[in-house]
């Protein structure tokens, strides 16, 4: 009996070994599984900030230019429209021809094109706002071409070769750092400019202004909307195969493909209703319908998370079944309704797929200033550049991809921070 008893509690212990042995195993794959899971994010974002830092630095030329008003064919007095009629590009090409000297129209071609055709507008608004600069020296850090920006902040000092600089550029190049005269600032262009054909000059202020026009349209409409619906369906609704299938079919749409939506958009706010293409408003309406779903499925589950006992003590109190669902339920349930509505704006403000069904894709300069003005949006705006055969819009590229990442960030931050301060744990 002894011996039996020692056997059957060694296999215990042996089983119990087995049992824990497993247990390890399991941890190490689930701990290897996250750390892998970290590493590759890592490395994502290390190389999205390695590729797109640059971009926030742009290559400067500092040099001290005549504004030769003889030149110009203006005086002090002149308006602002006969200012910006005046030739500010030949002036600079004048100055740096007789500063460089260039032999043949080869090399002047050359030298002017390292110098961005930003330069004379940078000029001309200076002189728009203080006249009083005509026929004095101004020192000015005037904008380099793309080639020039790239060869300075990546080629300079190493053995890569940028086909597109030339030996007699590359060498007055050296000539300029050598005179103190090359140097990188920061690129307040990325910031407050439109898009552009020319990448020194090219930023994302239209496409973050389309973006938020966009995402509020989005949001004035899907919000109240979505809230609606997710009241009536879980307070009012009667229980019936039509009530089964439309919520089957509501957590069927939080799963299609977004291009779905913006083929459905395409096809009735577009070609239907006649609303424009590539405007903030058509974009706002796909955009609602892509995440009414995901706010109708937040928005149930925040009413379900509400105690009975809250209405039941209502109920007791003599409310009716608006007031109760209006003055006690709601207020306690709005908190995961807005972290859900969070969550879905910032997975709207991703989309690329549903928007280019639309129309916009469209090449936008200007600022859109309302919502049925023609724009981008952010990440369409990434789309368009990481298409173009420059190097410095790559870069670029990778600098969008960090402030829409920088904005999902915050938007998914905000979520959790509201859901924490202000849920009510039961």
Known sequence: MTNTSLSTREKVEKSMVRRRAAEKRFRTYGMASVLFGLLCLVGLFGDIINKGASAFRQTVIQTEILIDADFLGINKKADDQEIRNADFEGLIKQHFKAMVQPQGRGERRQLYSMISAGAAWQLQEAVIADPSLLGKKLSVNLIADDDVDQWFKHDRGTELHNNRMSETQVKWLEQWIDQDMLKT??????????????????????????????????????????????????????????????????????????ITFGLLGLAIFINIFGVARSTPLVGGLVLTLMTLPTIIISGRAAIKAVPPSIREAAFGLGASKMQVVFHHVLPLALPGMLTGTIIGMAQALGETAPLLMIGMVAFVVDVPGFINDPSTVLPVQIFLWSDSPERAFMERTSGAIMVLLGFLVTMNTAAVMLRRRLERRW
Do not use: H, M
Not at 197 to 210: D, F, K, Q, S, W
Not at 249 to 257: C, D, E, H, T
């Open 185 to 258: 600032q920061f690129n307040t262009l990325f910031f407050v400019n439109g898009d552009s054909r020319e990448p020194e000059l090219a930023g994302i202020r239209g496409a973050i202004t389309g973006t938020f026009l966009t995402l509020l349209v989005t949001f004035l409409l899907s919000f109240p909307i979505g809230v609606a619906a997710a009241i009536y369906l879980e307070e009012f609704a009667p229980r019936n195969k039509i009530t089964e299938f439309v919520e089957i079919n509501i957590n069927n749409l939080a799963a299609v493909p977004s």
